[in-house]
């Protein structure tokens, strides 16, 4: 079969953009539509904070009948490159129908684009960086993903390879049921840090999220600076990120130690509110009905743990523990006693050490992220 690929500028173009994975998907029970307004506010230039560092271009590729057939994104993010001193591109937002040349033409699209900006190497994929959603699945199609992870057809991975791309790094996925998991140990490990140390462990205000914004991001970027792929958010990323976040926050599954008074780590994790998504078809009202409104709302009964770091100096004092214990009891006291700590570098040595010896918790999924020199 043969196939366009056309650079996307106007509205009707995005809005097919969008729409794709909806037909592609149609008959993938696991697959959970995203909310289109938000999708179209992510491709928003003048909204969105990720373009003012960032150079984005947007391809959708049709079919001889003109039908929308794959999409993808090429993306020239100044910030990694500044911080990592490179000339890295990323491809990102990528789906298709199984079909080798489809993938193949899409992927040169975004490749071309990145070569002719003066890149010399593609990374993928990334919808945008590693602070959104990243990461191809690899291994887990068993079920759905929770929020703000990645889903695609377990094809996808031979289509990357076959177009010359190989493995940069896993990201690990861990799951972790209350019902059938012992976590006395890592409750006494965290009374035994309380008794140990001055730590104070409080919750996140939500209600004054933006002023919890700036000790969150300074952390975040110290904690995860040296990480691979790191790249350090903007007060105004984080800020779209928390306004994002705060309708489904729950204080007590967020919280942060203090040290003399001074914060020192973090965690955030949040109720999965793909499982009202999936309901919601796409559509923002009824993703507001199925998250809000008691006639309508859908039992969320998992979380994901998205973020937790400790300031470098305050390392292997056991404040992991501390907050891992306290997101836990307080998943459990809220019916969400099961869910994802997601995601995990797959060299993260101490971090894989805690969930794997001594929560005994299951890696049951694998993302990929893939490159290509060009």
Request: proline content about 4%.
């Given at each position: 079969m043969s196939f366009s690929i056309e650079k996307v500028?106007?509205?009707?173009?995005?809005?097919?953009?969008?729409?794709?994975?909806?037909?592609?998907?149609?008959?993938?029970?696991?697959?959970?539509?995203?909310?289109?307004?938000?999708?179209?506010?992510?491709?928003?230039?003048?909204?969105?904070?990720?373009?003012?560092?960032?150079?984005?271009?947007?391809?959708?590729?049709?079919?001889?009948?003109?039908?929308?057939?794959?999409?993808?994104?090429?993306?020239?993010?100044?910030?990694?490159?500044?911080?990592?001193?490179?000339?890295?591109?990323?491809?990102?937002?990528?789906?298709?129908?199984?079909?080798?040349?489809?993938?193949?033409?899409?992927?040169?699209?975004?490749?071309?684009?990145?070569?002719?900006?003066?890149?010399?190497?593609?990374?993928?994929?990334?919808?945008?960086?590693?602070?959104?959603?990243?990461?191809?699945?690899?291994?887990?199609?068993?079920?759905?993903?929770?929020?703000?992870?990645?889903?695609?057809?377990?094809?996808?991975?031979?289509?990357?390879?076959?177009?010359?791309?190989?493995?940069?790094?896993?990201?690990?996925?861990?799951?972790?049921?209350?019902?059938?998991?012992?976590?006395?140990?890592?409750?006494?490990?965290?009374?035994?840090?309380?008794?140990?140390?001055?730590?104070?462990?409080?919750?996140?205000?939500?209600?004054?999220?933006?002023?919890?914004?700036?000790?969150?991001m300074d952390i975040y970027n110290e904690c995860w600076e040296d990480n691979w792929g790191f790249v350090p958010m903007s007060k105004r990323e984080m800020d779209v990120m928390a306004d994002e976040l705060k309708m489904i926050m729950i204080p007590q599954l967020a919280p942060v130690v203090e040290i003399n008074g001074e914060p020192v780590a973090f965690a955030i994790s949040i109720p999965d509110a793909n499982q009202a998504f999936k309901r919601a078809g796409g559509s923002l009202i009824k993703a507001v009905l199925a998250l809000k409104v008691p006639l309508f709302r859908v039992r969320i009964n998992q979380v994901r743990v998205l973020l937790l770091g400790v300031r470098k100096a305050f390392r292997g004092r056991g404040l992991e523990a501390l907050m891992i214990d306290r997101v836990i009891k307080s998943s459990i006291e809220k019916g969400m006693g099961r869910g994802e700590l997601s995601w995990v570098l797959e060299d993260n040595a101490s971090m894989r050490r805690i969930l794997e010896k001594d929560l005994h918790a299951d890696q049951y999924r694998t993302y990929r992220i893939y490159q290509k020199n060009i």
């Open positions: 500028d106007s509205r009707g173009q995005l809005s097919e953009f969008i729409d794709l994975p909806f037909r592609l998907y149609r008959n993938d029970s696991n697959w959970v539509p995203p909310v289109k307004f938000f999708q179209k506010e992510l491709f928003d230039r003048e909204k969105h904070p990720f373009h003012e560092h960032s150079d984005v271009t947007v391809f959708l590729a049709r079919d001889a009948a003109g039908r929308a057939a794959g999409r993808i994104v090429s993306i020239v993010n100044h910030t990694h490159n500044d911080f990592h001193d490179e000339k890295t591109g990323f491809f990102g937002f990528l789906e298709g129908e199984n079909d080798e040349e489809l993938f193949r033409l899409l992927l040169l699209a975004a490749e071309e684009k990145l070569l002719a900006a003066g890149m010399n190497k593609v990374m993928g994929p990334m919808n945008f960086s590693t602070n959104e959603e990243c990461g191809m699945l690899i291994k887990g199609f068993d079920s759905p993903p929770l929020i703000m992870m990645t889903y695609n057809s377990p094809w996808y991975a031979d289509m990357l390879e076959g177009a010359g791309y190989t493995k940069a790094k896993d990201l690990f996925a861990y799951y972790l049921d209350s019902d059938i998991m012992d976590y006395s140990r890592m409750s006494r490990v965290a009374d035994l840090v309380l008794r140990r140390t001055n730590a104070v462990i409080r919750d996140i205000s939500v209600k004054h999220i933006h002023s919890e914004v700036p000790i969150i």
